[in-house]
């Protein structure tokens, strides 16, 4: 059995907790972050497999980025986004397998 939470503990955390679930909180997010749960990709990749419109596409690669949940890497002109935390892609599991039986990633390990 699990010990009860310690709710002072909650309270100080809520501000993290909120922004991370804001972040996932988006349908064009949570396709992005999808697809960046195998493999680093660049903007003209992630718009092609997503079938999210360019404006769209950087307003939320925006967020992401100002949210700290992907990096970038700059390969000449081309940027390439993956996802910073992998405390993110365990959560894009579980998500995942509330609604599914198996994981779409394997977690890294590190």
Not at 17 to 46: G, P
Not at 95 to 110: G, N, R
Request: no cysteine; glycine share 0%.
């Amino acid at each position: 059995m699990n010990e009860p939470l310690d709710i002072h503990v909650i309270r100080e955390l809520s501000d993290d907790i909120v922004s991370v679930l804001k972040s996932l909180a988006n349908k064009d997010r949570l396709l992005i972050l999808s697809l960046l749960l195998n493999e680093e990709l660049n903007v003209s990749e992630i718009e092609a497999k997503s079938e999210i419109l360019q404006p769209t596409l950087s307003q939320q690669l925006m967020i992401l980025r100002k949210n700290n949940v992907v990096t970038t890497r700059r390969a000449g002109k081309q940027i390439f986004y993956s996802i910073k935390d992998q405390r993110f892609v365990k959560i894009l599991n579980d998500i995942y397998q509330f609604h599914f039986t198996h994981p779409v990633a394997v977690l890294a390990t590190s």
